[in-house]
């Protein structure tokens, strides 16, 4: 059973930086990519960044491609989001998701993933 667990959520004020950690466990890791996704109440779930397992291509959203950054530390089967120059705006519960390696999946799309955490809340004050 995969097992993803995010962490590092909190309140920041306007201008300050977090950063998120995703663990995960169950199997061995073969997945076609990691993702950062976010939900603010009453929207759809909204892609942020991804990481490829292979190769640790990366990929972002425009809207936060200059501010936050994704990695991955195969040692320690983590990946990480960091944010920075936050603003309210950015406040959401932030989940983190695996794609099983498969051929080829849009990464940008939520539902093409196949496990997600339970999320993290991320509170940006003005």
């Known amino acids: 059973q995969v097992q993803l667990v995010e962490s590092g959520g909190g309140l920041v004020q306007a201008g300050g930086s977090l950063k998120l950690s995703c663990v995960i466990s169950g199997r061995e890791f073969s997945f076609y990519a990691m993702g950062w996704f976010r939900q603010a109440p009453g929207q759809e779930r909204e892609f942020l960044a991804a990481i490829r397992w292979i190769n640790s291509n990366t990929y972002y959203a425009d809207s936060i491609k200059d501010r936050f950054t994704i990695s991955r530390d195969n040692g320690k089967n983590k990946v990480a989001l960091q944010m920075n120059s936050l603003t309210p705006e950015d406040t959401a519960v932030y989940y983190c998701?695996?794609?099983?390696?498969?051929?080829?999946?849009?990464?940008?799309?939520?539902?093409?993933?196949?496990?997600w955490g339970q999320g993290t809340q991320v509170t940006v004050s003005s």
């Open positions: 998701g695996a794609i099983n390696d498969i051929a080829f999946a849009n990464v940008y799309s939520w539902r093409v993933y196949d496990y």
